[in-house]
């Protein structure tokens, strides 16, 4: 402890705050803005917003609470966070929401002015929690931000109605001082921000300042925290979140591939926001169609790419189903295509704003005959750029479709990205120099079984596709039976050539041993800490984390059999689990999380000691 | 060289296409053999279509065929350019992703009635309002072909078949009628026993810019034999045809010597010779209307009580989505400059690492 | 007992519904707490709909609400009988199975732009043009509201949402337009900010035999507030709407100082007080023509040119799909006799094994 | 060998004869004829037809071939058999399509007449394949049958083009000869079917019986053959193809659970034929529906379950993609839904005549989030009706989709069917005994776990469902976590119990030993055959079919482990095979037909000795 200003000043390796308020509190916004205060001064980063899921509940609701939560620190931070160090909470509703997930101990900072008697009754609360003993586990401190920040803003020259949205920042203000954060960058984003408004600039910085202030003479704080810093990779960082990194993967590979990107699509939560953002980027030639169904979407884009572009279609589970025969069709012509799914929770309409990871198995064999395709799925928000990049380089080089799997959590949650220096990432120009002589439009590259793409408006190729069953090599319709065996042989064994032009797995913690983690998607935080932190205890555990799920990297099964126990770790009933007692022999083991919610590290933990303590 | 046009053809299938070198008919029939019944309407299509292309003064490569699953969608094989064979329904989405990739292409999708209008209504609804521009040729025979004679949409009420043993129970969809619902700006009718008629729809059709829709009223022979006999070349059609001629007052019947009168809002027959009414109360056909509800009481006209309508319905300008969409993308990249990949990525609030 | 329909609601949930028992509004309020925006338009439909339900003279467990996925489509959640929130798109393909498997249940349809134009309009279509006797209302907000406001089909062209940030290219589908060119044989269109005329307008649906087709224009408070300011109930609205009434002249405005003449099919304004134009010249307003040629003109009616037409559009008779399945049942009946299972298994050649 | 007639009678266990002719002869009619016939006096049969793919290519040509091919014999014929014994070819390109597959030293009735210079060019031919020296292997009876038929049927009165018409006819009645078959019951079946028009009726049976005795008195026959009998049950036969009996097994199931049948549904083949038949039976109240799609028309036979009828929907792959959605809809609704999948080859458009089984993954996997339904397969034609009637049992019982698998062989295959007596049959009667108080939509019935099924009509049971999470036992939508959780292992664990619901596993031929041979679906006919051959050859080999694939019966297991080696039959890539490495330990090893083409007992033979042959 080091004191500074009068205050001790904590060194912390990690901290997790959740902001949580009204829809219409402006949480989303602070967050994000503390998180990337946080990463500009060193931290590794990774939030989880939380919105209700109504459009608009009425306020001061417990259905209207909308939070945002985000851990920073050392390079350990892999998740938002399993449970909150600090809650803010600006009304009621948010500290009813909230509560039960904050640490024991850990500090409730209230805006106690909205704890009125119609708010608390909104809540649901009989009796005022700030002034009863049910927060005695907790460190409070009870905030009249309200009035504070109608006082810091009083000079502004806006309405009192007006004032009253800066709350949001008075609150980011506390929170700031509370990590020891500077507020320069953040006067510096509002300069930008509120260009248009001088007024509205003047009362949110003033606002800022207040709680800033407010939370270093208060008597109210003892100390504050400083985390340590990360040691991240060096190079230039943002922030994204796994939608915006996966419209970022498709564009940047769509560039490298010298083709335009043709996205089609028809929204859905929680994958709409792709859609959003690829539409903003007309200047890249981007060509979004919002189509009337999935079904249309996903044979637009495998229209494009007949025609020579990057055709690209996302979606989320009712989308994905839809589009089962379409991806079939995409199979048998051998063309490429680019399936973003973005899980939500099913089966059916389920629960669209939670997360779950059940479509593997959907994504593996959910077409009719045998119908083979790559599965790809993103570890973190970030990842999400590089295995949409991926998926593009696959589905190109490959003729074939590339189902991507990502899901609400990975959406929404936001971490640093280390922004890539484009020309160093891969060229992806498939050179098909073909004369018209020696076409035929299923002849096959010899490594790779990839038919040539040759386009409309190219002459002397004029060829005919379609989904009835081809002859080999020259493509025309057969019915012919020996023919029929050797093309479904050779769709199945193109896919399992990618094996060897994937990166082969790894292996984090123990290079053998007792226990290997293994799992896919949006898991990898949590089993990434927890397996960090029982390797470091001493234990002879490792994590392995698949990004291709089909097929599997070449060095997969052997390495498995490094080590006695396979623990697997998804958000489902076992999918991949059964992929992998259907391929591999050894000793499976299973956590399943069905709750709609990201893992937990110590969920992760308590399994594989649990696991650790079996004979 | 007895054969100087086969060898043309020829030619062309090893050396690569030649935009200037002059195509002919034979340049775009296919290697692969026809195989549609013996006498099935299909095959005159096939013939008027393998004609105007080559007239179009478009180059080979540059065409795409886009069908559905029927025996009608078996059509891009048959055609010597690029061709995509899809799946039950979606000819028209697949062929907007073709033309929105590359807005060059002359694209033309070959559908069925019940392609097109029963598992695929609602992309050909679609495409036809957004105008894209590209040919949607729907073959109409009022029954499922190549599954072997189920109803379909279109299959008058009552009609018996192998799913209807009893007579349908509901009423046919008109084409024509749901093609101008989604206002259309170029929706016709023409019908494959007459090449002539058909020929010049189709001519019509290609040179629209943007969506062009054509009913072809095409026979089965064999699980609907002479749908269309009332309309059909064989017999005398004068009294059972209405040819729509833009401009011009809706006459029929041998001489013109009857008409089409509108009288609030409900058409009649009437007859100009016996002085029932002038040529001054007949209707006007008007093409380029801005409101398709002329075109759309045109179209309800059916036989037995009158006869039926073939040509252009409507066929007006409208910008068309592939048009619009290249001029949002330039206007941004006027505005924002030509994509940049490393300034995308490096946008929003960056930090440095070291 | 200071509210004695609440206990009698409540009585009926626990004790089971008595047919004869006169029913009330609140025996239609489901338990569920009603969760749409504060002041989305979708509450007075609601609203609406408890009233008339009770006075339709049928027993409260022969209704069915069935809907697919939209803010609107949460609709039957709150109306205390039987209802199915689908899947997207499919509330008419989930209704038509509600109701051929039980023709005597008074079938409701819920849907919205997205859900019925856009994934679901060819189950729309089909469902009208069959006739299959339920009421299909469509809530028309012009917007995507549950996926939080992308443009749908029914946004005017040009409109910036979240997927359209250079407003969109696509010309807006025409609800009454494709419901009528489906021939459906009950169409009107209604607005949530007018309860009575809504009301009217419901009611007349849910006498309809056949497919009753209604548009209801509903504002999106939060994603597309206003959509339809020019015809909500705040201003004055004699100016920019038609009330339709059959067999009326085509009159609005104060006074009905306006009206609506067609010449050569293309309508007009035309004013009254002026002397440009007298009642005779005016349309009639025909709801029960054989044609939806009138109907359509009217649909196609927009602001800021025209007025926009509210009512019922067209309203006719036609024998329903339900009854015609039921009728040729019968007749299999009286032909064959009663389905007898063993006689059926021992159709065709059999012959014994011992 | 007896002497009778002249001519020797030759006693054969079992025959397999092949009915050949272009599209318009006739083939099918009096193939089916023969079937029936050869039933009648006794036979086991199994038959199959081979349509031309397209709908009436050019007569003569190769694509205009029509072939219809039955085995019959004693118990022992399972499948239309490996090889023809005796081709019936009405002309050249017959001939030519039908060779490759003949035994040698099979017979060869051809006709001759048909051998024209034009027809044989049609067909391909260079020269007369009757005259020259290509058919040395075979034994050739040239018949001038056009001529013959001619003449047998010129009094008449029909026109000479009427009359060509009859010479199937005369094919037949020398194939009945060879067979020591009886004119008599197809007299009586002529005179039924051609009761309208006494000419035709005389036409034929002219023609049939100048066949018949052409046979008896030319010298072109030295023998004629006489089957064995076979031990069938006793009771009473008809024949019938896979899809009308799995019409009739609709039919009889849902009147056995006092519902009606609605069945929706969009042509496709090969499951067309459902459609048609079950239109034709509306005196059974049955509600057939052709909707404008397979979405709808899986919608529909959902909400028809909702309204309290028995919904189901019957299609092929591509259709069966198109459903996936809609198949989740019934899941989490938990209503009863059959789904009818009658396999054809794919992926995409495939080859629609062609058989397959490769939608076996699909069906259990083929839906986003955990979307567990039963899945089931029928084994042979007749095995369509029982397992119908199972799909509708277990669908109204247990409140869950059905989805049951046949294929294009099967639909069009023929066998004897032992009609049950209806009685008999499980009564199916679901009885919600219920007031309105103990009702709520999703309290389960505690053995079955089913939820009450009341439908739209009841007063009281007024309920709301729909595809979003349901709250346990209200059934109201809920977003709650560990709910989820908990509804998500209800709804597996309902499927799960169905195993002890339904008949356990057997097996045929060896009780333990070396090599058992899994199988599912079509395949029974073949693997019977070739694993009985092998059994009595003295092998340790046993047959285990699989009906039931989810969830599979409770003995299954524990079967599987009396046996060294387990071979799995089917005709995919090894779809079952993957679902059974995932769930139990045992050597699996493969025999995957993917031609297209039913599966033949040699095939299998040949698997079987290979595997015992290893080590
Ligand atoms: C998804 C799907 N459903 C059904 C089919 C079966 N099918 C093929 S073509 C067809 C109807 C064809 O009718 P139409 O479009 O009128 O074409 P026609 O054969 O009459 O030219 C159907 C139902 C299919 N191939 N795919
Ligand atoms: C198959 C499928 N695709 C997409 C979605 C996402 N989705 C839900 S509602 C909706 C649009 C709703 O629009 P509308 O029907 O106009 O209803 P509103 O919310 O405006 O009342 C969409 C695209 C979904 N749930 N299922
Ligand atoms: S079935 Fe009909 S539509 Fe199809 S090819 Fe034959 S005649 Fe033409
Ligand atoms: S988003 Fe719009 S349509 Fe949906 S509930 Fe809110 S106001 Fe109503
Ligand atoms: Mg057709
Ligand atoms: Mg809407």
């Known amino acids: 402890m080091i004191a500074t200003g009068g205050k001790e000043l904590v060194q912390v390796r990690q901290a997790t705050v959740r902001f949580a308020g009204d829809s219409g509190d402006g949480m989303q916004l602070v967050g994000g803005q503390f998180a990337d205060i946080a990463s500009m001064t060193g931290s590794a980063i990774c939030s989880f917003p939380d919105f209700p899921s109504d459009i608009r509940a009425p306020a001061g609701t417990l259905g209207g609470v909308s939070g945002y939560q985000l851990s920073f620190g050392d390079e350990r931070v892999t998740t938002p966070g399993d449970a909150p160090f600090v809650l803010v909470a600006m009304n009621p509703a948010a500290l009813k929401v909230c509560l039960p997930e904050l640490q024991k101990g850990g500090i409730i900072i209230a805006n106690e002015d909205e704890f009125t008697p119609t708010n608390l009754k909104k809540a649901e609360y009989e009796s005022n929690p700030l002034e009863d003993d049910s927060l005695d586990d907790y460190r409070v401190i009870c905030v009249p931000m309200t009035r504070l920040n109608d006082e810091a803003t009083a000079a502004s020259g806006l309405s009192k109605s007006q004032r009253a949205r800066c709350k949001n920042f008075f609150a980011l203000g506390m929170a700031l001082w509370l990590y020891d954060h500077p507020l320069q960058p953040l006067l510096e984003w509002m300069m930008r921000k509120f260009q248009r408004s001088a007024e509205v600039m003047a009362a949110n910085a003033a606002s800022l300042r207040a709680g800033h202030n407010f939370a270093n003479t208060a008597e109210l704080f003892r100390v504050h925290y400083q985390v340590a810093r990360a040691k991240l990779p060096a190079g230039r960082y943002r922030r994204v979140t796994g939608n915006e990194a996966l419209a970022l993967g498709c564009i940047v590979g769509a560039h490298r591939t010298g083709r335009t990107l043709v996205y089609a699509s028809y929204p859905i939560t929680p994958a709409s926001e792709v859609l959003h953002e690829l539409a903003k980027h007309k200047e890249f030639d981007v060509r979004v169609i919002q189509a009337e169904d999935e079904i249309a979407a996903c044979c637009a884009a495998i229209g494009a790419s007949f025609a020579g572009s990057v055709g690209v279609t996302g979606t989320s589970g009712p989308g994905l189903s839809l589009k089962a025969e379409a991806i079939g069709l995409a199979v048998m012509t051998e063309l490429p295509l680019v399936v973003l799914n973005v899980q939500r929770a099913g089966p059916s309409t389920g629960m669209p704003t939670k997360t779950e990871q059940a479509d593997l198995l959907i994504s593996m064999f959910g077409r009719h005959g045998e119908s083979p395709a790559v599965v790809l799925a993103a570890a973190s928000a970030a990842d999400c750029f590089h295995m949409a990049f991926e998926s593009v380089r696959l589905a190109t080089k490959y003729m074939t479709p590339v189902l991507l799997l990502s899901d609400s959590f990975l959406a929404n949650s936001a971490e640093p990205f280390r922004i890539p220096d484009p020309v160093s990432l891969p060229d992806l120009r498939t050179g098909w120099d073909l004369t018209p002589g020696d076409f035929a439009p299923y002849r096959r590259a010899s490594q790779t079984l990839a038919r040539a793409w040759m386009a409309p408006g190219s002459p002397g190729f004029e060829h005919r596709i379609g989904g009835l069953e081809k002859e080999d090599e020259t493509g025309t319709v057969s019915y012919d039976g020996e023919n029929h065996a050797k093309m479904v042989r050779l769709r199945a064994e193109k896919i399992a050539r990618i094996a060897s032009d994937i990166p082969p797995v790894e292996v984090v913690g123990a290079e053998e041993g007792d226990v290997l983690v293994v799992g896919w998607g949006s898991t990898y935080g949590a089993i990434a800490a927890a397996v960090e932190q029982l390797h470091q205890e001493g234990h002879r555990v490792a994590h392995l984390h698949l990004r291709y799920l089909n097929p599997f990297p070449q060095n997969f099964g052997q390495t498995l059999g490094r080590f006695s126990r396979i623990l697997v770790v998804e958000g489902n009933c076992g999918q991949l689990r059964m992929m992998l007692r259907s391929q591999f022999t050894a000793s499976f083991f299973a956590l399943n999380k069905l709750d709609g919610r990201p893992l937990l590290i110590r969920e992760v933990r308590t399994a594989i000691e649990e696991l650790l303590k079996r004979e | ?354």
């Open chain 2, 1 to 354: 060289m007895s054969s100087p046009l086969i060898d043309e053809a020829e030619k062309s299938e090893t050396t690569g296409g030649d935009c200037l070198r002059i195509l002919t008919r034979k340049d775009f029939q296919s290697p692969q053999t026809v195989r549609w019944c013996p006498g099935c309407g299909d095959y005159s299509i096939l013939a008027q279509i393998q004609k105007i292309l080559p007239e179009l003064g478009i180059a080979r490569e540059n065409f795409v065929f886009v069908s559905g699953i029927g025996c009608s969608s078996r059509f891009p094989y048959y055609v010597n350019t690029y061709g995509f064979h899809g799946i039950h329904g979606r000819a028209p989405s697949i062929a907007t992703g073709v033309k929105c990739a590359n807005p060059d292409l002359s694209v033309w999708v070959v559908t069925g009635d019940g392609d097109g209008l029963s598992i695929g209504t609602n992309h050909v609804i679609h495409t036809i309002r957004r105008n894209i521009d590209l040919n949607i040729l729907l073959f109409n025979n009022r029954i499922y072909g190549l599954t072997k004679g189920q109803y379909s949409p279109t299959s008058e009420f009552g009609k018996k078949t192998k799913s209807s043993p009893m007579g349908t129970i509901e009423q046919p969809i008109r084409p024509i009628q749901m093609a101008l619902a989604a206002e259309g700006t170029f929706v016709a009718r023409t019908i494959a026993a007459d090449p002539n008629h058909m020929r010049q729809t189709l001519e019509a059709a290609a040179n629209h810019r943007g969506t062009s829709f054509i009913e072809i009223l095409q026979n089965c022979r064999v699980f609907n034999d002479r749908a269309f006999e009332e309309s059909s070349a064989g017999k005398d059609t004068k009294d059972d045809r209405i040819l729509l001629r833009h401009g011009e007052p809706i006459r029929f019947g041998t001489g013109g010597g009857r008409g089409i009168a509108v009288r609030n809002m409900t058409p009649q027959v009437v007859d100009l010779e016996s002085g029932e009414a002038s040529v001054g109360e007949l209707l006007i056909h008007d093409a380029q209307a801005d409101s398709p509800a002329l075109a759309a009481l045109l179209a309800a006209l059916e036989p037995p009580e009158f006869p039926v309508a073939l040509g252009v319905f409507r066929n007006i300008e409208r910008p068309t989505y592939d048009e619009l969409m290249l001029s949002q993308i330039a206007a941004s990249t006027v505005q924002r400059g030509r994509g940049d990949v490393a300034k995308l990525l490096n946008s929003g609030t960056t930090w440095e690492v070291d």
